[in-house]
């Protein structure tokens, strides 16, 4: 015996769940640009008879079930794309930073279209020649004056020019960067707690997921991160842990995420969770470190050739320029300073070009050249500069030169590669989780089908009622 | 794979944006005339080309230092060539002089010329050119030669002060760099061979010190002592002057060929230096300069590729079976 209405609870519960259906394939068709949005299906399933509904009928009967239910409504979305899609953006954009600070230090070094200290040391150069073939004449010893100026110029406004994109980085860095980290993991740690209860109380926040992983896509971009998960029976189930190295920055175990800081230790830029400091392994950040940092190879193992090595390059230059030229203009100063900041050519020399000594005997309008001569020879001959570098001063910005030529070529190439693998691994993810318009098309066939196919049960079912009530048993009437 | 609409907006996106990238670049190249905009395009042929480039600035300054090596040469010569002329004229007037037809009279006249000749020679050997006193050995700036007004030196030639009689040698060096690898010295001095020696005294050219028979080998001294002895009509040892006189003549003659010498030398270090120059120049744009014809064509090729970019962008975003429902 089945009870006389039980084919419309069944036929009920399959409007309702086509009308789900509907739904959803409304909501992915909305949220079709959305970003982070993952798109969502409907979990449809068969309700089986429970053994208490049949329990007084009789044995052989037909145990049919009770139609549909909308079991729950899920995302699609796959973990281990993130964690790739998170680990190529990390380091995509540790390089994208390093190409375009190091595009910055070449502009100002490049010399390939643009004159600069490079060609300024020929032009000293070519004026020291002149002044051998013309000692003496006070002409061609201003000559030589104006482009030893132009040196100590070009050199004091290299170092100005690395300093204020090294201030920008760093203010960029503190009032950006970290900023806007800090918030991120802020709302993390907030949308944890409200997952927790919500899947507490047996819903599936598909949305707050979404925003979840929007967040710590954003957060993958500035470090490295791992996203960790807890077990069924967890406390915590439904959290989700970010850790950097070996420091928690998110966990669900504290009520309030650690606050990054930027730190300056021993003249290093250091990032701080609380009070330890972050090992940083790639990311942005670790990017802008190494350019706020890195001596390359004036620290002890060599490194990173980040902005203090370039300053450091032109401190060395400076000195060494400096002394090389003072020594030979027999105690009279032609630079002061002690470094590129401050390099400038003496006041004795400001004063009167003949300053410079073009000879050691004598006379200085004698029109004897040999000191010219020396100082000719000391432009070409090989100086210790740095400790790890013996050429020529014009070597020396030419190596200046290439080695950001050199790191900048180097990062564009492995950004371009980084930036290959992101686009792919996210055309991955893209596939699995974004939505498409002919799938939703067809489920919105399928379910209108579906709500068709059941209202005409229900209209049959109701048919059929019809017959029993209305026209049976009038026989003879 | 499963494909999406946003996955084929995205990646048209960025395949638009790669296109007009490169045909931007190329534009910028083209426009340059240059293989490459930055140092960092291209870092190995960068820094050939700047070495390149640093050598053929070298070169120029090197060329400049000849050329004006070369200037004062030529003024050498036309001295020398001068001081030749005068010194045969006073090889013709002193053999007139001596000749036993000459009286007292006329051989004061020769005395007189003879006096002329030694302002002569004088005003040449203190010749400036371009402010420069090219006689004068490595002080260039003070003029080399003048009159002794001492009583019993009156009249004789001073060098820088000093009698020409008693210099026995000329040391005199003024180097300029042309490129031979400029070296010093543990004096910090110049070594001989790696630059080139332009100094000329006057003296290589006139003559100093005294010869084994205590004659002056100068001949401005030889002249004034004959133009004396003219003068007093004093005709005792007079062929042993004019012998002297005719030994201090060859060697100017010798001063004219030499200079010759070295100019040859300097035309041929500039040849060698020109052709040096071109080469560089070539290996310059091999490596800097961008071969147009293929440019263009490259250039042709990327526009080609945008605009069908461009035109397939217009279909990218294919109808879905949405359009087709009825």
Same mark, same amino acid.
């Given at each position: 015996?089945?009870?006389?209405?039980?084919?419309?609870?069944?036929?009920?519960?399959?409007?309702?769940?086509?009308?789900?259906?509907?739904?959803?394939?409304?909501?992915?068709?909305?949220?079709?640009?959305?970003?982070?949005?993952?798109?969502?299906?409907?979990?449809?399933?068969? +309700?089986?008879?429970?053994?208490?509904?049949?329990?007084?009928?009789?044995?052989?009967?037909?145990?049919?079930?009770?139609?549909?239910?909308?079991?729950?409504?899920?995302?699609?979305?796959?973990?281990?794309?993130?964690?790739?899609?998170?680990?190529? #953006?990390?380091?995509?954009?540790?390089?994208?930073?390093?190409?375009?600070?190091?595009?910055?230090?070449?502009?100002?070094?490049?010399?390939?279209?643009?004159?600069?200290?490079?060609?300024?040391?020929?032009?000293?150069?070519?004026?020291?020649?002149?002044?051998?073939?013309?000692?003496?004449?006070?002409?061609?010893?201003?000559?030589?004056?104006?482009?030893?100026?132009?040196?100590?110029?070009?050199?004091?406004?290299?170092?100005?020019?690395?300093?204020?994109?090294?201030?920008?980085?760093?203010?960029?860095?503190?009032?950006?960067?970290?900023?806007?980290?800090?918030?991120?993991?802020?709302?993390?740690?907030?949308?944890?707690?409200?997952?927790? #209860?919500?899947?507490?109380?047996? #819903?599936? $926040?598909?949305?707050?997921?979404?925003?979840?992983?929007?967040?710590?896509?954003?957060?993958?971009?500035?470090?490295?991160?791992?996203?960790?998960?807890?077990?069924?029976?967890?406390?915590?189930?439904?959290?989700?842990?970010?850790?950097?190295?070996?420091?928690?920055?998110?966990? $669900?175990?504290?009520?309030?995420?650690?606050?990054?800081?930027?730190?300056?230790?021993?003249?290093?830029?250091?990032?701080?969770?609380?009070?330890?400091?972050?090992?940083?392994?790639?990311?942005?950040?670790?990017?802008?470190?190494?350019?706020?940092?890195?001596?390359?190879?004036?620290?002890?193992?060599?490194?990173?050739?980040?902005?203090?090595?370039?300053?450091?390059?032109?401190?060395?230059?400076?000195?060494?320029?400096?002394?090389?030229?003072?020594?030979?203009?027999?105690?009279?100063?032609?630079?002061?300073?002690?470094?590129?900041?401050?390099?400038?050519?003496?006041?004795?020399?400001?004063?009167?070009?003949?300053?410079?000594?073009?000879?050691?005997?004598?006379?200085?309008?004698?029109?004897?050249?040999?000191?010219?001569?020396?100082?000719?020879?000391?432009?070409?001959?090989?100086?210790?500069?740095?400790?790890?570098?013996?050429?020529?001063?014009?070597?020396?910005?030419?190596?200046?030169?290439?080695?950001?030529?050199?790191?900048?070529?180097?990062?564009?190439?492995?950004?371009?590669?980084?930036?290959?693998?992101?686009?792919? +691994?996210?055309?991955?993810?893209?596939?699995?989780?974004?939505?498409?318009?002919?799938?939703?098309?067809?489920?919105?066939?399928?379910?209108?089908?579906?709500?068709?196919?059941?209202?005409?049960?229900?209209?049959?079912?109701?048919?059929?009622?019809?017959?029993?009530?209305?026209?049976?048993?009038?026989?003879?009437? | 794979?499963?494909?999406?609409?946003?996955?084929?907006?995205?990646?048209?996106?960025?395949?638009?944006?790669?296109?007009?990238?490169?045909?931007?670049?190329?534009?910028?190249?083209?426009?340059?005339?240059?293989?490459?905009?930055?140092?960092?395009?291209?870092?190995?042929?960068?820094?050939?080309?700047?070495?390149?480039?640093?050598?053929?600035?070298?070169?120029?300054?090197?060329?400049?230092?000849?050329?004006?090596?070369?200037?004062?040469?030529?003024?050498?010569?036309?001295?020398?060539?001068?001081?030749?002329?005068?010194?045969?004229?006073?090889?013709?007037?002193?053999?007139?002089?001596?000749?036993?037809?000459?009286?007292?009279?006329?051989?004061?006249?020769?005395?007189?010329?003879?006096?002329?000749?030694?302002?002569?020679?004088?005003?040449?050997?203190?010749?400036?050119?371009?402010?420069?006193?090219?006689?004068?050995?490595?002080?260039?700036?003070?003029?080399?030669?003048?009159?002794?007004?001492?009583?019993?030196?009156?009249?004789?030639?001073?060098?820088?002060?000093?009698?020409?009689?008693?210099?026995?040698?000329?040391?005199?060096?003024?180097?300029?760099?042309?490129?031979?690898?400029?070296?010093?010295?543990?004096?910090?001095?110049?070594?001989?061979?790696?630059?080139?020696?332009?100094?000329?005294?006057?003296?290589?050219?006139?003559?100093?010190?005294?010869?084994?028979?205590?004659?002056?080998?100068?001949?401005?001294?030889?002249?004034?002592?004959?133009?004396?002895?003219?003068?007093?009509?004093?005709?005792?040892?007079?062929?042993?002057?004019? *012998?002297?006189?005719?030994?201090?003549?060859?060697?100017?003659?010798?001063?004219?060929?030499?200079?010759?010498?070295?100019?040859?030398?300097?035309?041929?270090?500039? *040849?060698?230096?020109?052709?040096?120059?071109?080469?560089?120049?070539?290996?310059?744009?091999?490596?800097?300069?961008?071969?147009?014809?293929?440019?263009?064509?490259?250039?042709?090729?990327?526009?080609?590729?945008?605009?069908?970019?461009?035109?397939?962008?217009?279909?990218?975003?294919?109808?879905?079976?949405?359009?087709?429902?009825?």
């Amino acid at each position: 015996m089945r009870p006389t209405f039980s084919g419309f609870e069944i036929v009920k519960s399959g409007i309702q769940s086509a009308q789900v259906g509907l739904d959803v394939t409304g909501k992915n068709v909305a949220n079709m640009g959305a970003e982070g949005y993952s798109r969502q299906v409907v979990d449809q399933k068969a +309700i089986y008879y429970s053994s208490s509904t049949y329990k007084y009928a009789p044995v052989g009967s037909q145990r049919l079930g009770q139609g549909v239910t909308v079991d729950q409504i899920v995302q699609i979305r796959d973990k281990f794309l993130d964690i790739r899609f998170r680990a190529a #953006n990390s380091e995509y954009a540790e390089f994208a930073k390093k190409t375009e600070v190091l595009e910055h230090i070449n502009d100002i070094l490049d010399e390939t279209t643009a004159d600069g200290l490079g060609v300024l040391l020929e032009e000293l150069f070519e004026r020291l020649q002149a002044l051998s073939t013309n000692s003496g004449k006070i002409e061609f010893a201003s000559l030589v004056r104006s482009s030893a100026q132009k040196i100590t110029e070009t050199v004091q406004f290299y170092y100005n020019k690395l300093e204020e994109i090294s201030a920008l980085e760093k203010e960029n860095l503190e009032t950006i960067t970290l900023v806007n980290l800090n918030k991120y993991l802020d709302e993390i740690a907030k949308l944890n707690k409200t997952i927790q #209860n919500e899947e507490l109380v047996g #819903n599936t $926040p598909n949305d707050l997921y979404d925003a979840r992983n929007l967040l710590l896509d954003k957060v993958s971009k500035y470090l490295k991160i791992e996203v960790g998960e807890y077990p069924d029976d967890s406390p915590y189930k439904g959290a989700l842990s970010v850790k950097c190295g070996n420091i928690m920055l998110v966990d $669900p175990a504290q009520s309030d995420p650690v606050t990054l800081s930027l730190r300056e230790e021993d003249g290093k830029l250091k990032i701080y969770a609380g009070d330890e400091e972050l090992d940083l392994i790639t990311g942005e950040i670790k990017g802008t470190l190494d350019i706020l940092n890195g001596e390359g190879s004036f620290a002890e193992v060599e490194e990173f050739k980040g902005i203090p090595y370039y300053l450091k390059s032109l401190d060395s230059f400076a000195v060494k320029f400096a002394e090389v030229f003072n020594s030979l203009n027999g105690g009279d100063a032609l630079f002061v300073g002690t470094g590129a900041k401050d390099f400038a050519i003496s006041d004795g020399w400001l004063a009167d070009a003949n300053y410079l000594k073009v000879t050691t005997e004598g006379n200085q309008d004698s029109g004897k050249n040999d000191n010219v001569l020396r100082m000719i020879h000391a432009l070409e001959q090989k100086h210790e500069i740095t400790e790890k570098f013996v050429g020529s001063l014009s070597e020396f910005v030419l190596i200046l030169m290439s080695d950001a030529a050199i790191d900048k070529n180097y990062y564009t190439d492995r950004a371009s590669a980084a930036d290959t693998v992101v686009s792919a +691994i996210d055309n991955q993810r893209e596939s699995v989780k974004g939505v498409s318009l002919n799938e939703e098309t067809v489920n919105m066939i399928k379910y209108q089908r579906a709500f068709e196919a059941s209202a005409r049960v229900m209209t049959a079912l109701d048919e059929m009622l019809d017959i029993i009530i209305n026209r049976m048993g009038i026989v003879g009437r | 794979m499963r494909l999406t609409n946003n996955i084929i907006s995205k990646n048209y996106l960025k395949s638009l944006n790669k296109s007009l990238n490169e045909l931007s670049q190329m534009n910028t190249l083209i426009a340059a005339k240059r293989k490459y905009m930055n140092f960092a395009d291209d870092p190995i042929n960068a820094m050939r080309a700047m070495k390149v480039r640093q050598n053929i600035n070298k070169i120029d300054v090197y060329v400049e230092n000849l050329r004006e090596a070369a200037d004062i040469f030529s003024q050498y010569e036309s001295v020398i060539s001068n001081v030749n002329n005068i010194v045969s004229d006073a090889l013709v007037q002193v053999s007139q002089g001596m000749n036993g037809t000459s009286d007292a009279t006329a051989r004061y006249t020769i005395a007189q010329s003879l006096r002329a000749f030694q302002d002569a020679i004088l005003a040449a050997v203190n010749t400036q050119f371009a402010g420069k006193y090219i006689f004068s050995g490595e002080t260039v700036g003070v003029p080399p030669f003048s009159i002794s007004e001492e009583e019993d030196t009156k009249g004789m030639l001073l060098y820088k002060g000093m009698l020409v009689d008693n210099i026995s040698e000329v040391t005199e060096k003024r180097y300029i760099d042309i490129g031979l690898g400029l070296s010093l010295d543990e004096y910090s001095n110049v070594i001989p061979n790696t630059a080139r020696d332009i100094a000329v005294t006057g003296l290589e050219l006139l003559g100093c010190g005294v010869d084994e028979d205590g004659y002056t080998k100068n001949l401005y001294n030889m002249l004034g002592i004959i133009a004396k002895k003219f003068e007093e009509n004093d005709m005792s040892g007079m062929d042993v002057y004019y *012998e002297k006189l005719q030994k201090i003549a060859d060697n100017v003659r010798v001063q004219y060929v030499g200079v010759g010498e070295k100019t040859e030398f300097i035309n041929f270090f500039l *040849e060698r230096l020109d052709s040096e120059q071109f080469n560089l120049k070539v290996k310059q744009s091999r490596l800097e300069g961008l071969d147009l014809a293929e440019a263009i064509t490259t250039f042709g090729e990327l526009e080609l590729a945008y605009n069908a970019c461009l035109q397939i962008g217009t279909k990218i975003l294919q109808p879905s079976l949405l359009d087709f429902l009825d």
